[in-house]
């Protein structure tokens, strides 16, 4: 059964570690994902953004695919389906759908109209059981081309939306999404600190965690992070292994072409990925 990811993220808190969100993109990946949770033991949690969610064909799709899998995969660990980045409608639809938890993404929006919205939402995550990850301070990342670089939350507003009764708060300190540009100046301790000092016992989510070096990862911990979502280095890894398979002929090979034997490599390069995060992110065991 999807759990919420409350009881998960206080409870990495309290115990200094962090429990990564991994997005998903389709069967292969879930399936990757949580074998590798269940196998080390570890509470996880799945990331659907709106785009993935249009790509495997809607929310529900989403719930029942997670859900059969959980049943029929035995899964025990605590799993949360999440919606990453969500905007006000994209959440509603996932409440309905049957998410475990969601992001409402209002940091473009006023801080008024951020608080306002998340107000409500808090309400009907609390009356449905449901977690809600808020996110103040927008990150960065790259669109249309243009690298943007993370900007940095104001640690009041922090307070003013944690305050707000949401489970997780998600902090710009810098952090961008995809890879990270050459001239990147690293995550700044200083703004997680100071959100940290204001925000007390909130669980804070770091987003952007592919190709954030380990020690920063594991810094940032330290001062407070609990949640890491990290999407774009399970999608190089599948591409690399696929692009492998592929370039030794390997689909021209007997029956290589059949699907359930090409898309093997990066499922497995999935696998291996995720493990490798669980164990730098200290999730291992903690089911
Ligand atoms: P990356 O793609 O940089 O790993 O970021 C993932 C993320 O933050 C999803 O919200």
Redesign the pocket.
């Known amino acids: 059964m999807l759990v919420s990811a409350k009881e998960m993220l206080q409870k990495a808190k309290a115990g200094h570690y962090a429990v990564g969100?991994f997005?998903i993109n389709n069967l292969e990946w879930t399936k990757a994902i949580l074998a590798t949770a269940q196998e080390l033991n570890s509470p996880v949690i799945l990331?659907v953004?709106e785009g993935a969610g249009k790509y495997m064909a809607g929310y529900k799709t989403i719930v029942g695919m997670v859900n059969g899998m959980l049943e029929e995969m035995k899964i025990t660990v605590p799993v949360a389906l999440h919606l990453?980045?969500g905007s006000y409608d994209a959440c509603y639809k996932c409440i309905e759908a049957g998410f475990s938890s969601i992001?409402f993404d209002g940091s473009h929006l006023p801080i008024e109209e951020n608080i306002e919205k998340t107000k409500e939402l808090v309400k009907i995550c609390a009356e449905k059981g449901m977690s809600l990850e808020a996110e103040v301070g927008s990150?960065g990342?790259e669109e249309d081309g243009v690298v943007g670089m993370g900007e940095c939350a104001d640690p009041e507003e922090c307070k003013k939306i944690a305050d707000l009764g949401v489970d997780m708060l998600a902090a710009g300190i810098g952090?961008?999404?995809?890879?990270y540009p050459d001239n990147w100046k690293g995550l700044s301790f200083e703004t997680l600190a100071a959100v940290q000092e204001k925000t007390g016992t909130m669980p804070l989510v770091l987003?952007?965690?592919?190709?954030i070096p380990d020690e920063q990862v594991k810094k940032a911990i330290d001062l407070g992070v609990s949640k890491i979502?990290?999407?774009?280095?399970c999608?190089l890894v599948f591409a690399a292994a696929t692009r492998e398979y592929i370039e030794a002929g390997k689909d021209r090979q007997g029956k290589g072409f059949d699907p359930r034997k090409l898309l093997l490599p990066g499922t497995e390069a999935i696998k291996a990925k995720v493990k490798e995060k669980m164990e730098l992110f200290g999730s291992v065991g903690k089911a």
């Open positions: 969100q997005n990331g953004s990453d980045h992001m990150i990342g952090n961008i999404h995809g890879v987003h952007g965690g592919t190709g979502n990290v999407n774009t280095e999608q």
